[in-house]
């Protein structure tokens, strides 16, 4: 076949294909989905017998052809429409070829397996405190466009980092949990993160959960969460708010949340972790990247920093930082700021407990309707605010700078 034309049978008609130039033979490799025994690239499977003696038997066509298409994954256009059984072999046939950790193929192939089979390629993806791994496969990473949870803990992200386009992009739309707790990122982070959702109405239209603890933010950061339409759980802890009732009014005035006084499981990282056929093909990227020579790594470390951070001082700040965490449960307890949005019939029986218990107490009563008059006018605000407002509260100068870049 090196020196044969290859045609091609398609809706029928029969065109001769140019250009193409097949993998060669690769040494033979295991993986956790195929047998090991079995030769790669042969048409045969070598087997013993009850007395001893070798013998072989001829491999199925659908077995020789999964083989050479996975040989030959770069060369792939589209796998929209084949059934998932099908995709399922190719992706481990491929992930035994060693594809996805091949820099020239990896990113094509999970593209290409994500736009046909989205979810089950990667569901979930858990990099938490994974900070060299998420910047030396930054590009393979972005290909994995229906994560509904992505755990982005102590990566240390910065307040620009390249990954923030894309948390906002159309292609994580499915996005459900993002913790990016951790990062160093402060408030001008978060109105950077945030920026594309505010100005053009994209981006995090599923959000969820949100964990920004143990990030330097304010309360002027709240603010910037207040297009997140969805929002139902903030984790806030180890950050500039301190615990009382004026953050607690302005988390319920502002994002529609109280104050949980007891940890909430989703912020515990008991139920983030990686899931998904691309799960074992993470597992190699960092056994991979940790088998490198220690000086090269370094070298790669700091080089891949200066290009993402693109400010030296700054990097070397960033690197030298370790992730926050608590020193004793009391601190982390302490320090725990947990809020979520109530059900909507414990507003209502809220509401109607004063008035219905007590009808000679009439400032409590003055003030209920005070609290929901203001509630009413701040969800009003929230679902179609003036847009003379939009433009002086949300259009910042480095709003427009960012505007005008896109």
Sequence with gaps: MDNSAIYVRERGNLRRVSG???AQPKPVSSCRRTNPLVLRKEHFIFTYN????LRYTTKSLFDITLLFVADN?????SLVGFPEQIGDRLFAAAEENRAFLN???SPKALRLFSDAYGEMVLGSLCLRNRFPLLHERMDEIKTFHSLKSLDLFGCRLGDDHEIFLHLTSSSLASLIQLFIGGNCLSDAGLQRLTAPVRIMRKGLERLQFLDVSYNPISERALRYLTCLPKLEKLDASGTSLKLGIRLKTIIQDLLGLIYSEKPLETFDHSTCKTE???EQVVNQWETNGSQMPKQKKIEESRTSALRFFGRQKFVREVLNAA????ESEEEAERERLHFY???AHSHVSEKRTPSTTNHHAKPSWHSVRKRQRQSERCESSHQSPPAKRLSSSALTAEDMDLLNSY
């Design 20 to 22: 193409i130039v097949l």
């Design 50 to 53: 009850a007395e001893g003696s």
């Design 73 to 77: 994954i770069h060369h792939v256009d």
């Design 103 to 105: 820099a020239d193929v």
């Design 276 to 278: 998904g056929w691309a």
């Design 323 to 326: 992730p926050l965490v608590c």
């Design 341 to 343: 949005r109530p059900a």
